[in-house]
């Protein structure tokens, strides 16, 4: 005959076995989905970083254009200023 109270354990230990399988299932799960998401949010973050200096590029390129114009701007008044003096004094 065998003792109940061992045949219990016996039991309880296969039980607590499968559910530590099923944990280590789930975490080695997690620990991919995991490892994942990192790979997924470095991409992101160098996209980011891409965009970023893309945007600087962008706006540096927007300041040179802007003195451009201002630039122009200067020389079309003066332009428009010798134009009528030279009108007005009849060349």
């Known amino acids: 005959m065998s003792d109940p109270a061992y045949s ?22 997690n620990e991919k989905k995991v490892r994942s998401l990192v790979k997924e949010l470095e991409q992101c973050y160098q996209t980011i970083s891409l965009q970023d200096n893309t ?13 451009e114009i201002s630039d122009l701007r200067k020389q079309l008044r003066i332009l428009q200023q010798d134009k009528k003096f030279k009108d007005e004094a009849g060349f």
């Open 55 to 67: 945007i600087i590029v962008h706006e540096k390129e927007i300041e040179k254009l802007k003195s």
């Open 8 to 29: 219990q354990l016996l039991n309880t230990n296969q039980e607590l076995r499968s559910e530590l399988q099923d944990e280590i299932f789930a975490n080695k799960s």
